[in-house]
C-alpha cells in the first residue's frame, strides 16, 4: 500500500489552501485547516492524526497515496484555442513586437475534431480563449469557429483589439446567441500614443467599433483592461477610457503589463532568478487547469512561452488527452512544483507568476 502524502501540487498560502488537482480551496476558517497545515510544516504527523480527520483529508484530495503518476493529474478548467497566427497590431507589451510569426491558419476540420475533444470536459472548462497571441477578429472565419464551439456547448471567450469588431460582425455573433467573455485591450485614446505603442494607425476604426456594440450583449461578460505601465500617464488613461465608456456594457480595469517571462524589457517583472520553485499562481495552475494551442495544432507549456521552448503535444497527431496525461507535461508539472530541479534557464525561474518557497 502506498504512504499517505500531502498532496504535492496544493499552493499553500497563510490563511488557505488552493488544490489546484480538485479546483478545491480550504479556509482558514474550515474546521480541517489546522490538520493539514500541521501535516504540512511536520509530515510525519499523517500517521498521529486521529482517523477520522486523516480520512476526511484523504476524501477531498488533502492527502493523497504516493505514487509515481501523480503528475499525470489535470484539472481542465482553461483553453486558448487561436485558429490562426497572424496579428494586427504591434504592442510594446507584446512578443509579436519584436518578434512576430510566420502566419498559418488551422484546418477547419482539426479546429472541429479540437473542439469535439475539449467537450469531453465542459463540465470543467471556464473559457475557451479564441486566441493566444493572435488577433481572432482579423480570421474571416471567425463567425464560423465561434458556431462550432457553440456546437459542442463550450464557454467562448475572445480577448481582442476589437479593429475586427465590425457592426456587421458583432451582428452576426449576435445573431448565434454572442458569446460567453469578451475582454478589449484598450491603452489610450490618443491617436499618436496609440500609434506609437501598437504600430497601429487603427483607433478611429477601433472606436467606432467599440461605438456600436458597447451597449449591446455581445458577451455576458464584457471587459476592457486599459493596459500600461503603471505610471501618471497610463493613470490618466484609464481615467479617461473609464469616463468614456462610463455608461456601456464595459467593465473597464486597470493592467500593468509584464514581461513575458523576459521575453520584453519591459512591464513587471521578476528581480532574481527563482530558485525553489513551488507552483504557478497564474489563473489557477497553468500546468494543471490550463491547455495552450497553436494554429499548428501544437500544445505549448503557457502564454509566456512565445517561442514554443515547450511543447507538449501535438494535437494534429495525437488526442488531447494522451497530451494532458503525457511524459512530457508530467515532467514540466514536477518542475514548476519542485518535485524535480528543473533546468537553470527553465522559463518559470524568471515568471511573475511563478510561487517560489
Same mark, same amino acid.
Given at each position: 500500500?502506498?504512504?499517505?502524502?500531502?498532496?504535492?501540487?496544493?499552493?499553500?498560502?497563510? @490563511?488557505?489552501?488552493?488544490?489546484?488537482? $480538485?479546483?478545491?480551496?480550504?479556509?482558514?476558517?474550515d474546521?480541517?485547516? $489546522?490538520?493539514?497545515?500541521?501535516?504540512?510544516?511536520?509530515?510525519?504527523? =499523517?500517521?498521529?492524526?486521529?482517523? +477520522?480527520? $486523516?480520512?476526511?483529508?484523504? &476524501?477531498?484530495?488533502?492527502?493523497?497515496?504516493?505514487?509515481?503518476?501523480?503528475?499525470?493529474?489535470?484539472?481542465?478548467?482553461?483553453?486558448?484555442?487561436?485558429?490562426? *497566427?497572424?496579428?494586427?497590431?504591434g504592442?510594446?507589451?507584446?512578443?509579436? #513586437?519584436?518578434?512576430?510569426? @510566420?502566419? &498559418?491558419s488551422?484546418?477547419?476540420?482539426?479546429?472541429?475534431?479540437?473542439?469535439?475533444?475539449?467537450?469531453?470536459?465542459?463540465?470543467?472548462?471556464?473559457?475557451?480563449?479564441?486566441?493566444?497571441?493572435?488577433?481572432?477578429?482579423i480570421?474571416?472565419?471567425?463567425?464560423?469557429?465561434?458556431?462550432?464551439?457553440?456546437s459542442?456547448?463550450l464557454?467562448?471567450? =475572445?480577448?481582442?483589439?476589437?479593429?475586427?469588431?465590425?457592426?456587421?460582425?458583432? %451582428?452576426?455573433?449576435? &445573431?448565434?446567441?454572442?458569446?460567453?467573455?469578451? #475582454?478589449?485591450?484598450?491603452?489610450?485614446?490618443?491617436?499618436? !500614443?496609440?500609434?506609437?505603442?501598437?504600430?497601429?494607425?487603427?483607433?478611429? =476604426?477601433?472606436? $467606432?467599433n467599440?461605438?456600436?456594440? +458597447?451597449?449591446?450583449?455581445?458577451?455576458?461578460?464584457?471587459?476592457?483592461?486599459?493596459?500600461?505601465?503603471? @505610471?501618471?500617464?497610463?493613470? !490618466?488613461?484609464?481615467?479617461?477610457?473609464?469616463?468614456?465608456?462610463?455608461? *456601456?456594457?464595459?467593465?473597464?480595469?486597470?493592467?500593468?503589463?509584464? /514581461?513575458?517571462?523576459?521575453?520584453? /524589457?519591459?512591464?513587471? +517583472?521578476? +528581480?532574481?532568478?527563482? %530558485?525553489?520553485?513551488?507552483?504557478?499562481?497564474?489563473?489557477?495552475?497553468?500546468?494543471?487547469?490550463?491547455?495552450?494551442?497553436?494554429?499548428?495544432?501544437?500544445?505549448?507549456?503557457?502564454?509566456?512561452?512565445?517561442?514554443?521552448?515547450?511543447?507538449?503535444?501535438?494535437?494534429?497527431?495525437?488526442?488531447?488527452?494522451?497530451?494532458?496525461?503525457?511524459?512530457? =507535461?508530467?515532467?514540466?508539472?514536477?518542475?514548476?512544483?519542485?518535485? @524535480?530541479?528543473?533546468?537553470? /534557464?527553465?522559463?518559470?525561474?524568471?515568471?511573475?507568476?511563478?510561487?517560489? #518557497?
Amino acid at each position: 500500500m502506498h504512504t499517505l502524502v500531502v498532496e504535492p501540487f496544493l499552493h499553500i498560502y497563510e @490563511d488557505h489552501f488552493f488544490n489546484p488537482i $480538485r479546483n478545491t480551496t480550504l479556509r482558514a476558517k474550515d474546521p480541517a485547516f $489546522r490538520s493539514l497545515k500541521s501535516v504540512i510544516a511536520q509530515p510525519w504527523k =499523517i500517521r498521529a492524526l486521529l482517523e +477520522k480527520k $486523516r480520512a476526511a483529508l484523504v &476524501e477531498d484530495g488533502w492527502l493523497v497515496r504516493d505514487q509515481p503518476d501523480l503528475a499525470t493529474r489535470f484539472y481542465l478548467r482553461y483553453v486558448s484555442l487561436e485558429a490562426h *497566427s497572424r496579428c494586427n497590431q504591434g504592442c510594446y507589451f507584446c512578443p509579436v #513586437s519584436t518578434d512576430p510569426r @510566420d502566419s &498559418e491558419s488551422m484546418p477547419m476540420e482539426l479546429y472541429g475534431s479540437i473542439a469535439q475533444q475539449l467537450a469531453e470536459y465542459r463540465h470543467t472548462i471556464e473559457a475557451v480563449f479564441m486566441h493566444n497571441y493572435n488577433e481572432p477578429t482579423i480570421d474571416k472565419r471567425l463567425v464560423e469557429q465561434v458556431s462550432v464551439l457553440k456546437s459542442h456547448s463550450l464557454p467562448i471567450a =475572445i480577448n481582442t483589439n476589437a479593429s475586427g469588431l465590425s457592426p456587421k460582425r458583432v %451582428d452576426q455573433i449576435l &445573431e448565434l446567441g454572442g458569446i460567453d467573455y469578451m #475582454s478589449v485591450n484598450f491603452s489610450t485614446m490618443d491617436a499618436e !500614443r496609440y500609434q506609437r505603442d501598437r504600430q497601429s494607425n487603427q483607433l478611429d =476604426i477601433i472606436i $467606432r467599433n467599440l461605438d456600436y456594440l +458597447k451597449a449591446l450583449p455581445l458577451a455576458t461578460i464584457m471587459d476592457m483592461a486599459v493596459l500600461g505601465r503603471g @505610471d501618471a500617464t497610463h493613470r !490618466r488613461d484609464f481615467e479617461e477610457i473609464s469616463a468614456y465608456f462610463k455608461d *456601456s456594457r464595459f467593465n473597464v480595469r486597470y493592467f500593468v503589463t509584464n /514581461d513575458r517571462s523576459g521575453n520584453l /524589457d519591459n512591464g513587471l +517583472k521578476t +528581480k532574481t532568478v527563482a %530558485d525553489n520553485l513551488c507552483g504557478c499562481d497564474h489563473m489557477g495552475s497553468r500546468p494543471i487547469q490550463h491547455i495552450h494551442i497553436t494554429a499548428r495544432g501544437l500544445c505549448v507549456l503557457c502564454c509566456q512561452d512565445y517561442f514554443e521552448k515547450h511543447v507538449i503535444g501535438d494535437l494534429a497527431q495525437e488526442r488531447l488527452e494522451d497530451v494532458l496525461t503525457g511524459d512530457k =507535461i508530467s515532467e514540466l508539472r514536477r518542475w514548476i512544483y519542485g518535485l @524535480d530541479e528543473a533546468p537553470v /534557464d527553465f522559463i518559470c525561474r524568471r515568471c511573475t507568476f511563478a510561487k517560489t #518557497s
